[in-house]
């Protein structure tokens, strides 16, 4: 048996960068705001007071002792923000995130063990930003996958021994439909991000050729992938076929997706789990108005359970909430809509959510 958590997005840019201790200059180039600071009064606007100068753990809150708790083998998020204090921002994007490289101690405070590149953020501050964030992870021991300083990297899966549970292998991709600009597609002598843009039998048959020497006895292979748009429940009929096709012909065990800002529906196919969006966990998001009805300010950790060849045994999901900029437990009320939700998103993919206590359960 092996356990994995895996997440939705983590947003550690703008306001988070900002309240913690070693904040990179504040200045944003998007229409809406100028000051990554005043995402924090947006937040305290809803919220009340939130601390500055905070240490690595804070933004975690609630989720680091029960993830101790939970002891999975290995922890998998989307790091969706550049770690860099380059100022050579992508002008085309609009909106750039970036955590300063101190500042991303908070991934190991989480004991992160694996952080998917394959998104439309990572480089937000240009092939610099992108060459900084892989040397801060690396330097932190944090294995990454999914975007490179060339397409050989950006193809190249992160391995991760585990001990008595063979082998997790992870792979990292983004999606034009995500926002992964063109530009951003990584090239045999580019920097970039492992791109996918029409799911299409080509694009099928690369990822496919990828994976297939790291098809063997104990390894356990997980697609971490960035697509479809931030709201709605809507999944399209070509992630469903991406998402099968990757099971049945290149052997993924777990296909992990995001992109959405809120929890989107789980399949289980052939089984193996299709986490079709996981939804934001760590983000500034929390003042923003416009889309309360989808409650992005509730998030899962997701703890799933495989037994030795790959076949799904539990998925166990520990509700969050965003507030002042930190993981906390939700209220009961929030956990029964959080589960009516998800519930109403998996029904039509054939599975269904049982609620037990503050934790959610897919049984399918």
Known sequence: ?????????????????????????????????????????????????????????????????????????????????????????????????????????????????????????????????????????????????????DLAEATRPAVLDLAGHGRLVVFSVGCADAGVPPWWAAAPARPGVYTIVDFDDAELRALHRAIEPWRIAGSTIVLSIHWGPNWGYTIPAEHRRFAHRMIEDAGVDVVHGHSSHHVKGIEVHRGRPIFYGCGDLITDYEGIRGYER???????????????????????????????????????????????????????LGTTIERGGDELRLRW
């Open 1 to 149: 048996m092996v356990t994995v958590f895996v997440c939705g997005d983590v947003m550690l840019g703008r306001g988070i960068d900002q309240i913690l201790e070693h904040p990179c200059a504040p200045t944003l180039h998007e229409a809406y705001l100028q000051d990554a600071r005043d995402y924090i009064l947006l937040a305290e606007e809803v919220s009340g007071p939130i601390p500055r100068g905070v240490p690595p753990a804070y933004p975690w809150g609630d989720a680091l002792p029960r993830l101790a708790e939970a002891r999975p083998d290995a922890r998998i998020v989307n790091l969706e923000t550049s770690i860099t204090r380059a100022d050579t921002w992508d002008r085309e994007k609009g909106i750039n995130y970036r955590v300063s490289p101190e500042n991303a101690a908070c991934l190991a405070a989480a004991e992160i063990d694996v952080c998917a590149l394959g998104n439309n953020h990572v480089l937000d501050w240009g092939p610099q930003g992108l060459l900084d964030t892989l040397a801060t992870l690396d330097a932190l021991g944090i294995q990454r996958c999914g975007a490179g300083r």
């Open 294 to 348: 989808y409650r992005g300010d509730l998030g899962l950790l997701y703890l799933v359970t495989l037994a030795a060849d790959g076949a799904l045994q539990s998925v166990r999901m520990l509700p969050t909430r965003m507030r002042r900029f930190q993981l906390t437990r939700p209220e009961p009320g929030d956990i029964a809509w959080l589960a009516d939700a998800l519930a109403r998103a998996c029904a039509p």
